[in-house]
């Protein structure tokens, strides 16, 4: 007879996996040139027009973003600038966090919060790694709920 060993369902959720083991390191969090290279990046892999991404950007966020300042976001040159304001009040030249996830919709490309996980030392899972997660905590939720199912049905015949 083929017996399978039982999972103790104490044990650990997969997701526990890719919680961080350390505290970012000092001065790890310094990502300004990374973002950069991920916003240029994802504007040239959108294939979209600078002006179009700030239109679905304001669609999508209410907030209005200039194609000066999707430049500004890009640019190499301003982190090395020691401008810290805009001609919009803004204090950094940086992509602001309110229209990052707008951005991110509007471009296809979600690199720039992925680089943000990353520096808090989490694992951001992509492609077939978010697929593999799904499938293993839907296997998780059958294992605890057939043991559940058991301990039903050994209730009922318990109980005549």
Not at 71 to 86: K, M, P, Q, V
Request: hydrophobic share 35%; glycine share 8%.
């Amino acid at each position: 007879m083929n017996r399978r060993k039982k999972i103790d369902v104490n044990q650990a959720s997969l997701f526990s996996f890719l919680e961080p083991e350390t505290l970012p390191n000092p001065g790890s969090m310094d990502i300004s040139m990374r973002l950069r290279h991920a916003v240029s990046n994802a504007i040239k892999k959108s294939g979209k027009d600078r002006i179009d991404i700030c239109a679905e950007i304001y669609k999508l966020s209410g907030k209005e973003v200039s194609k000066g300042t999707l430049d500004g976001w890009s640019a190499e040159s301003r982190d090395l600038s020691n401008d810290g304001i805009d001609f919009n009040g803004n204090r950094r030249w940086g992509i602001s966090g309110d229209v990052l996830p707008a951005f991110c919709a509007a471009t296809g490309d979600c690199e720039t919060l992925f680089i943000m996980l990353e520096c808090l030392n989490y694992t951001p899972m992509k492609g077939k790694d978010v697929v593999r997660a799904r499938i293993g905590l839907l296997k998780e939720e059958i294992t605890k709920k057939s043991q559940e199912l058991k301990g039903l049905e050994k209730a009922l015949v318990a109980a005549k």
